[in-house]
């Protein structure tokens, strides 16, 4: 999604070398707070926000069975075994899991993905494949991005082509699809509204699955702008170009979290406000996934104390409630399996996890 202001975990957990992210990420964030702090009546936002969480979720807003969880670098490197396996299969029973994000890369910077990242990749597909037979596994593609970072450019023609190769090259591993993590994408970007109409096209014509992780939405309009002129930094999409992305894809994460809210309450109302904002511009046939914090962290960006899955189940629920309750193809993300602990799991399945009976989404 970490990559994802995230990749930093990642790396940590021996799947990057991106140790400049987020030292450069609290500074803009700070930044973005002060702005906008400056700019907003901040007791008119909590009020707003605070009034979002408010109310009872529907009773109906479950699992539609169409839910993920990112998984982390350790499952192709080699450190994972079948027995890891057997015992994530029993994890994710009688809960609503349809996909697992497999971090596979990251990609280098020119997009090439070298084969040594992933040795064991083949061997999870198939063997996943074998014990969790109606769960489907995607490979999580992801780097920094230009001109942001020194990373990957996204607007340069050679460097899509290559990221297409590496595409190509981690489906002839057997997986189910593609799930792109590829941060900051700047709002308007057409270079990464090109990249994902080539990579459906290699999708599309080989029956598998393209996701993509997407910021949050601008919670007022033309936030994101605000952003790059103050801190070159383009932590929000206009809802219009999250409508684009959506429109390319088969899923799209929104990575509902480090929104920098104090309180549960006020991530709870942040979280429904964008869901709603994100429902409003999906496709019916695009299965939309809200993120689930299950991390822990403490600094400008992300206060663990506030943003918990709970909050975050509690205002999906109100989000989708409020919105569009009987849509199938609707479920959420939790970010990220090695740092989960069994209480966000217990609170997935206590809160979101039971099972209702919706109509498959209609197929790309």
């Known amino acids: 999604m970490g990559e994802k202001g995230r990749l930093r975990r990642i790396a940590a957990a021996g799947a990057g070398q991106l140790g400049g992210w987020k030292h450069w990420r609290k500074l803009r964030v700070a930044c973005l707070i002060l702005v906008c702090a400056l700019l907003i009546p901040p007791a008119a936002v909590a009020i707003y926000l605070w009034r979002q969480n408010s109310g009872t979720p529907d009773h109906a807003a479950h699992t539609r069975g169409q839910d993920a969880v990112w998984l982390g670098h350790a499952w192709v490197d080699g450190r994972k075994t079948e027995a890891d396996l057997v015992a994530l299969g029993k994890l994710l029973s009688d809960n609503g899991i349809r996909d697992l994000y497999v971090h596979t890369g990251p990609l280098d910077h020119d997009g090439t993905l070298p084969e040594s990242l992933h040795p064991q990749a083949r061997w999870f597909v198939e063997t996943a494949h074998r014990l969790l037979p109606d769960i489907r596994v995607q490979s999580w593609l992801g780097d920094i991005l230009a001109p942001e970072f020194d990373g990957l450019d996204v607007e340069n023609a050679p460097t899509r082509d290559r990221v297409l190769g590496s595409v190509r090259q981690v489906l002839d591993l057997g997986f189910d699809g593609i799930h792109f993590d590829l941060e900051p994408v700047r ?57 684009e992305v959506a429109r390319r894809v088969d899923q799209v994460a929104v990575m509902s979290y480090d929104t920098a809210m104090p309180w549960e309450s006020l991530y709870g109302g942040y979280v429904a406000q964008q869901t709603r904002l994100a429902l409003q511009v999906t496709p019916p046939r695009v299965t939309l996934l809200m993120g689930l914090p299950a991390f822990w962290a403490d600094d400008a960006g992300h206060h663990g104390a506030a943003e918990t899955v709970a909050g975050a189940i509690r205002g999906v629920r109100l989000g989708v409630g409020r919105t569009d309750i009987h849509r199938a193809a609707f479920g959420v993300a939790l970010y990220v399996d090695f740092t989960a602990t069994p209480e966000d799991w217990a609170v997935y399945s206590r809160d979101w996890g039971a099972r209702v009976a919706v109509a498959e989404p209609v197929p790309r």
């Open 187 to 243: 709002s308007g970007s057409k270079g990464f509204l090109t990249l994902l109409d080539q990579t459906c096209a290699v999708t599309s014509g080989a029956r598998r699955q393209l996701s993509v992780s997407a910021p949050v939405i601008d919670p007022l309009p033309g936030l994101h702008s605000v952003g790059l002129a103050v801190a070159d930094h383009g932590k929000w999409w206009s809802q219009a170009y999250f409508a």
